[in-house]
């Protein structure tokens, strides 16, 4: 950045500071904003839930201020649900954030070890031959993947499976083509 030249503003694009608070215990979303310039601005909130039930608007609030407080309720939910937070500005989208909700399961970075532990464990157990520890290393990733040890997208972590069985699959031909077992 050279001299004289104005670094870009997020806040002062959209016209509002503000800050998200969601507390997961009561399912409440608190939305604070201040305009940036003291004008009076009409701020939307809403949000869709959605979650194995389907798609839900859940809240749908509004405040015309300069600045103020929107706060939304969320609705229990079967399982894990994500709910997208749009904010509009005078009618104009500005803002969209997401809230994973309802993840009773998350053992964070710890899954990664238990994952490790699982699939090294499952190798170790059948190591009299080559094509019996690619077994258990396919089925120590297919087991922990689906006990939920490693966190991610449901689309990324089963492509990433699906090519170790593929994967695995391809050595134990090669394997069996030479002889070796």
């Known amino acids: 950045m050279t001299a004289g030249e104005v670094s870009y503003d997020y806040d002062e694009d959209i016209g509002l500071f503000s800050t998200f608070n969601y507390n997961e215990t009561s399912r409440n979303l608190r939305y604070d904003f201040t305009t940036t310039d ?3 601005k009409n701020v939307s909130l809403s949000a869709l839930k959605i979650d194995q039930l389907g798609n839900n ?3 749908n609030e509004f405040l015309v201020s300069s600045s103020g407080s929107i706060l939304c309720t969320f609705p229990t939910s079967v399982g894990n649900e994500t709910v997208i937070i749009s904010i509009f500005v005078n ?21 990664y070890f238990l994952m490790f532990f699982l699939v090294l464990s499952l190798a170790l157990m059948m190591t009299e031959s080559k094509t019996a520890v690619i077994v258990g290393v396919i089925i120590g990733f297919i087991s922990g993947t689906l ?4 966190r991610g ?4 972590i089963g492509s ?3 090519w ?9 031909i ?8």
């Open 57 to 59: 608007t859940v809240c």
């Open 91 to 111: 009618g104009d989208l500005k803002i969209q954030n997401y809230i994973r909700a309802g993840t009773p399961f998350d053992i964070g970075d710890a899954g």
């Open 160 to 162: 990433s499976v699906i």
């Open 174 to 181: 090669k394997l069996n083509s030479k002889g070796e077992t």
């Open 38 to 40: 003291g004008s009076v």
């Open 153 to 156: 997208g449901f689309l990324g």
């Open 164 to 172: 170790l069985v593929i994967m695995g699959i391809i050595l134990i």
């Open 147 to 150: 006990l939920s040890f490693i």
